[in-house]
Each structure stands twice: as structure tokens, then as C-alpha cells.
């Protein structure tokens, strides 16, 4: 199939040295969530030298960025994300090698996902200026996917309101429109906090906090047997008392709760809420409850998924050299392959592929349309614009999410082949919703039916503010 934007596509190729080299800096910067300072700022700065306009520290977060080019309708969205995980750094490499000791590492590629939207908006804006056409392309640089959803605050904001609709994609095994929903999310910290006591000499006197939160999490434990079969509650406890010979007088634990759908979330979260307070109550302590966010599920466009499923067809699929290959097979052999092959069933990823180490076609999506496990802060928006996300290949096949293997890969031709490809494809589609305005009315009327016509509502306080302070940097 021919390309409808090849100019756009020409400038990307012509320019993939210099997207290539933003991933690189962001991919060795591994900025976590709300700290991506350095990782912000070489996209807002890259997009200023492209001809873009670009407004910093929006939405009450100094990362969060919008950078904007033309004018007119339509106005079309692009988001991209750029931080990484705590935990995970790693080299370029085949075997666990840290980069930097403790430190953390773009475990789920958002590093190529930022400079792959970078790189189709640059396309995009090379076609539009050389067709001398109207319009109106924003790159929303978006903080914190990973715990701390700045979208969510950025949509609470109305940012993406005056968006006909919005595009972005994600790095991942294989080359597919992202299909179905995902899952709402809360995240909070639980405090406990009691009366310290000489654990041997007194311990009559003293109210143990971590004996508060050990009950809660037994609590919620029981709980799992009551809940929505789709929904999920993960916790970590990050204060637990700092000796054994002293009652704790202070314990906590961040918790995220998960369920498909938003009043779903708000149901199990109360009974989580209910868990703290009946093991205070027990242990005659105190809980304290801080809510760190609230997001949305994905709402699905079946229009706009069309328009990327065709563009990806016309593009094609990333086009991976015997390095990459030679790379992504020692990859596989550190990965069990019961676990890969796992993964790949999970994902429905179809038979004829699991022989491969590399996806090199573009797949359909599939027939039994399933929610992704995982939660995205893109929920946010579906629900202010039509939105929809795709994948393409950037890790080898059955590589596990948030791992070390991921940011090897993400840091290297691998990654930066299926990176190329979406910005490619991003260009693409966003070519046709600049030029067709049928399909972009069909798309906001799909929209329209999905919300019944009702308006988004964050689920985070107006007075609620980013959790800048809960990872350490």
C-alpha cells in the first residue's frame, strides 16, 4: 500500500539520527516519575528547533509540557511519556549489568516512546507546511505514567479539551493496534502510627504500628477471594519500624488498587479503606490514609484503532538487521521459556509467531477483544477525546514488562527500529485525521455513543496535588 504521507515519513527517515540520539539521552537520563527534568527538557527543547511553540511546567508539574505548531482545525494530539523505572538499570547488554548501581532504568521503553511521538510530529508538521495545509499538531510531553499519572492531572486541567482527538503508541513484542480497555486505578499510602515500647522489657505499654499494617494486608489478603475476578490490589510496605527490639511506632505501605472499570475501583477501594481501619481499631492505632491518584480505564475508538491499523499496514512493519536478531536470541535465552510462552498466550499473540524472536509482520487485532491487565493514565484522556494507541515491535517476543531485558533492548537498534516505525505510523495516521474530516466526525460520534455524552470527571480532588516526594532520587 502507498503512503499517503510521504513527505512526512521522508523528513522522519531524514531526521532518525537525531531521534535515535533523543531516546539515547533520555534512555542513559532514567528519570523517574515527576523528576524527569533533564529527559523534559531535551524534548521541549528538540521540539523548539523543530518550529514548535512549546509552554513549560503545566498542570502544577515542572515536567509536564505542551508543545504546539500551526493553526486551526483540526487539533490533534500526540502524547508522549518519558519516564522511567526505580530498580532497573542496566546496559546495553545480554546479561544483567547495571548502568548505573541502584539506579533506574526505562524498563517499559518510554524512552523510545517519547522520541518516537517527537519524530512524528516533526513528520507531521514537515507535511502539512510543505502542502501549505491548516491544522493544528500538540505534543503533550506527559510526566510519571509508571505511578504517578500526569495525565490525569493534566486532563483534570482541561488540557486536552480543544484535542479532535489524540494519538500515541507504545513499545512492545509485536506489531498490533492496542484493542480493548485497561484497568482504573488508586494508589495511596496507609499510615499506622502507635505507641514505641522496649519490645522485651515493656511491650505491654507499646502499639505496634507494623502489627496494624500486617493485619490490613492480611485483611485485604482475604479479601482477594470477594473481589472482581479481573481486579488486582499490589502493596509494598515502605516504613516497617527500623529496629526489632522497639514496638514500631509508625508503619506504612503504598497500595494500588485495580479493577476494570472506575466505580469498580472506587467500591474495592473503600473495602481496602475498611481493611486499614478495622486493623487500627484492632491494634488501638492510628491510620492515616494519603491518596497518591485516581485513574480511569481506557476508553476504546474503534474508528480511530481503523485509522492506525491501516496506517501501520501502509507503513509496515520495523525492518531488524542481523545484530538485532543475534541480540534479541541471547536475550530470549535468559528469559524461562514457560514464561515466554506464557506471555505470548496472554497476548494473544498467534501460533505462527511463537517460533520467531522477533515480530517482522503487523498483526491484526484480535478476535476476542480482551482488557490489557495493566492501567495507563491514557484512560484520562480517552475519556476527554477520542484516543486511541498501538504497539510496535521494540523488544524480542515474550520479553517480560519492567524487566532488565526490556531496557537493554530499549536502549539499543532494537528499540529503535520499532520506534522509528511508530513515529512512522503515528505520522501516518495523523496525516488522515488532519485531511478526512469524515473520519474524524465518525470518530468523535463513537465517542460520543461511548460516554453517553457525558463529560469527564477526574476522580482526583481539584485540591489534590502530585506526589513529587514519594520515590527517592
Not at 77 to 99: I, N, W
Not at 221 to 247: C, S, W
Not at 252 to 271: C, F, N
Request: hydrophobic share 40%; net charge negative; glycine share 10%.
Amino acid at each position: 500500500m502507498v503512503v499517503k504521507a510521504q513527505n512526512a515519513l521522508a523528513y522522519i527517515e531524514q531526521k532518525k539520527d537525531l531521534i535515535v540520539e533523543v531516546s539515547d539521552k533520555i534512555w542513559r537520563f532514567a528519570e523517574v516519575g515527576l523528576h524527569e527534568y533533564r529527559s523534559a527538557e531535551c524534548l521541549a527543547k528538540a521540539l523548539e528547533e523543530e518550529g514548535f511553540s512549546v509552554e513549560r511546567n503545566v498542570a502544577g508539574m515542572p515536567t509536564a509540557f505542551v508543545a504546539t505548531w500551526g493553526s486551526g482545525s483540526p487539533v490533534i494530539g500526540f502524547l508522549g511519556e518519558y519516564d522511567a523505572l526505580p530498580g532497573l538499570s542496566q546496559k546495553v547488554s545480554t546479561t544483567r549489568e547495571e548502568l548505573v548501581p541502584g539506579g533506574a532504568g526505562h524498563g517499559c521503553g518510554h524512552n523510545l516512546l517519547g522520541a518516537g511521538v517527537f519524530g512524528a510530529v516533526i513528520g507531521l508538521k514537515e507535511e502539512l507546511s510543505s502542502r501549505n495545509l491548516s491544522g493544528t499538531i500538540k505534543y503533550f510531553g506527559c510526566p510519571a505514567e509508571e505511578n504517578f499519572s500526569g495525565k490525569a492531572f493534566m486532563a483534570r486541567d482541561g488540557l486536552f479539551d480543544d484535542c479532535d482527538a489524540c494519538l500515541t503508541w507504545h513499545p512492545g513484542s509485536v506489531n498490533r493496534v492496542w484493542t480493548g480497555s485497561s484497568l482504573a486505578n488508586n494508589a495511596m499510602n496507609v499510615h499506622f502510627y502507635g505507641l514505641s515500647a522496649h519490645a522485651a522489657g515493656d511491650p505491654y505499654n507499646g502499639r505496634s504500628a507494623l502489627d496494624a499494617l500486617l493485619l490490613m494486608n492480611m485483611g485485604v489478603e482475604f479479601l482477594r477471594e470477594h473481589m472482581p475476578p479481573k481486579a488486582r490490589i499490589h502493596y509494598v510496605i515502605t516504613d516497617g519500624g527500623r529496629q526489632p527490639n522497639v514496638v514500631p511506632a509508625k508503619a506504612s505501605a503504598w497500595y494500588l488498587v485495580r479493577a476494570p472499570r472506575r466505580e469498580e475501583v472506587d467500591d474495592l477501594y473503600r473495602r481496602v479503606l475498611n481493611c486499614a481501619y478495622g486493623a487500627a481499631q484492632m491494634t488501638e492505632t492510628r491510620c492515616e490514609v494519603e491518596l497518591i491518584k485516581a485513574i480511569w480505564n481506557v476508553l476504546p475508538n474503534p474508528v480511530l484503532e481503523d485509522v492506525l491499523e491501516e496506517a501501520m499496514k501502509r507503513v509496515g512493519p520495523p525492518e531488524f538487521g542481523q545484530e538485532e536478531y543475534e541480540f534479541a536470541r541471547e536475550i530470549l535465552k535468559t528469559i524461562p521459556e514457560n514464561q515466554r510462552l506464557a506471555l505470548l498466550r496472554e497476548s494473544q499473540v498467534p501460533e505462527e509467531e511463537w517460533g520467531k524472536v522477533l515480530n517482522d509482520t503487523v498483526l491484526p487485532r484480535p478476535g476476542n477483544v480482551e482488557d490489557v491487565k495493566g492501567s495507563t493514565d491514557v484512560g484520562d484522556v480517552s475519556w476527554c477525546c477520542p484516543t486511541a494507541q498501538f504497539r510496535t515491535a521494540c523488544i524480542a517476543l515474550g520479553t517480560p514488562g519492567h524487566s532488565w531485558q526490556y531496557v537493554a533492548q530499549a536502549g539499543m537498534g532494537i528499540g529503535h527500529a520499532g520506534m522509528l516505525t511508530a513515529a512512522k505510523v503515528l505520522a501516518e495516521a495523523g496525516f488522515d485525521l488532519m485531511t478526512n474530516p469524515k473520519i474524524l466526525s465518525k470518530a468523535k460520534a463513537e465517542f460520543t455513543r461511548l460516554t453517553g455524552g457525558k463529560k469527564y470527571k477526574c476522580a482526583m480532588p481539584e485540591s489534590h496535588k502530585p506526589a513529587f516526594n514519594q520515590l527517592k532520587v
